[in-house]
Structures are given as structure tokens and as C-alpha cells.
């Protein structure tokens, strides 16, 4: 009668000892998770902090890409981007439609002389 006790109380210490381990690792994961998505949103916050501008007529934050302040709504100048000049972009799309015009007669005349 004392051994099946004492199994039993083996039996239930050993249950204790599994559950404390499961329960510290579920812990540690989700120290992992924490640490993972501290780092990606520091990550991220530098993305975005590289991309801040001061606005001159309010002094707030804005991105370097605006072109108004959502603030006081003035004009700002974007540092990140510049728009393409009309006239420098119709040539390259000229460009463009030239050699994809000679790459398909290229291409055909290539067939023609394989298929004959």
C-alpha cells in the first residue's frame, strides 16, 4: 500500500515538474515573440525616422515626400522625390518604343528563318 502511494505521489511530482517545464517554455517563447517584435518595430521606427523632414513655416514633423504640410497646410519642397522633367520622360518612352519595336522584328525575323 506505501509503494502505490509513494507511485503516486511520484506520479503527481512528476506531472508538476512537466507542467513547470511547459509552462517555462511557453514563457520563454513569448520572451522570444516580445524580443522579435521590439526589434522589428525598432527596425521600422528607423525606417520611418529617415524619411522625417522639419516643416519651415510650422516646425512640425512631416515626411520628406510631402508636398503640403497636413498641418498648416503649406508648401513644402520633397526632398525624397523628384519628379521626372515631361520632356526628359517623353524621350525615354520614345527610347523605350524603339528597341521594343527592333527586339519583336529581331524576334520574328528569327522565327522566320528557324521555321523555313
Given amino acids: 500500500m506505501e509503494k502505490k502511494a509513494e507511485r ?8 508538476v515538474k512537466s507542467e513547470e517545464k511547459k509552462a517555462q517554455k511557453k514563457l520563454q517563447s513569448e520572451e522570444k515573440k516580445a524580443q522579435k517584435n521590439a526589434r522589428r518595430e525598432e527596425k521600422h521606427r528607423a525606417r520611418v525616422e529617415r524619411h522625417v523632414a522639419i516643416c519651415p513655416h510650422c516646425g512640425k514633423n512631416v515626411l520628406d515626400h510631402m ?3 497636413p498641418y498648416c497646410k503649406s ?4 526632398a ?5 522633367d515631361p520632356e526628359k520622360y517623353r524621350k525615354i518612352k ?5 528597341i521594343g519595336i ?4 529581331a524576334v520574328a525575323i528569327v522565327i522566320f528563318v528557324v521555321l523555313r
Fill in 94 to 98: 520614345i527610347a523605350c518604343s524603339v
Fill in 102 to 105: 527592333a527586339v519583336a522584328i
Fill in 80 to 84: 525624397g522625390y523628384k519628379p521626372v
Fill in 67 to 69: 508636398t503640403v504640410c
Fill in 75 to 78: 508648401a513644402l519642397v520633397p
Fill in 8 to 15: 503516486e505521489e511520484k506520479k503527481v511530482q512528476e506531472k
